[in-house]
C-alpha cells in the first residue's frame, strides 16, 4: 500500500480514522488540516491574516515541522508547541480566512505533495478537503467520508465541548457551519467524485469505518502483487524541501 487519501468535511470522523488507518498499516499519516491551521496561527501573529496578497510568502517561510507519526502529532512553529493552540475555536474561527486564498493553497498543495512523494515507501495516509482532487489524485485509496449533520455536530461538540448537549451543539453548529461553507468554495468534499469511494459513517462506530477502511486498502493491495507487507512506521517529520 502507498498512498491513500481521505477527505471529508469537519466532524466526519475522518481523522480519527485517517490516523488509526495509518497506525494499522504502519504508514505515515498527514493531517494537512493541521498545516491550513498552523499558517492561520502564523499570519494572525504577523497581523497579515487580512492582507491575502503578503499570505503566499508568509506561508513558505513559516518554520512549521509537519509531523508525519500518526501516535505524535505535536505540530511546531519554531521551537513552539502550538498542538493545543491551533485547535482552539479562536483558531477554527479565522483558519477559513487564509485557507480560502488560492495562492496559499497553492503553497501548502506544493508541499503536501512533496511530502508525499518522501513517503511512498511504506506509504502515507494523507487527510483533508482537497487530496481527492488536488493533492494526491493518483492515490491507491480515494475515499470520502462523510456522516449526516446532526452526528458530524455532536462528534465535533464532544470534541471541541466535552459533551453534546443542546447548548453545546448550537455553539458547535455557529463554529462549523459558516466554515464548512467557506470550506466549500475552494474545495470539493460533499459529493464523491469519480473514483471516490463515499464512506457514511452516520452509522458506524469509529472502530467500523476502520474496518471499512483496511477492507477496501486490502482489495486494492491485492490487486497489487509486489507491494510491500506493512511495518512499523518510524517517527519522522516532513520538512519544505
Ligand atoms: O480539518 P480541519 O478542521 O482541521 O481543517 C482546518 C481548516 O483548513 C478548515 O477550515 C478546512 C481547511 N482545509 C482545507 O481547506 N484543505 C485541506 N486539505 C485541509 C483543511
Known sequence: MTVIAIDGPSGSGKSTVARAVAKELGLAYLDTGAMYRAAALWARRAQLLDQPDKLPALVQAMPLSVPLDPCDQSVYLADEDVTALIRTPAVSGY?????TVIPVRQVLVAWQRAIVEANRHPGIVLEGRDIN?????????????TAAEATRLRRRALDQHGQAGSAAIAATRAEISGRDREDATVAQFTEAPPGVTLIDSSDLTAEQTVAAVLELAAQVDGESPGRRAPSQAPRRQGGLS
Open 95 to 99: 483558519v477559513s480566512k487564509l485557507s
Open 133 to 145: 482532487t488536488v493533492v494526491a489524485p493518483d492515490a491507491d485509496v480515494r475515499l470520502l467520508i
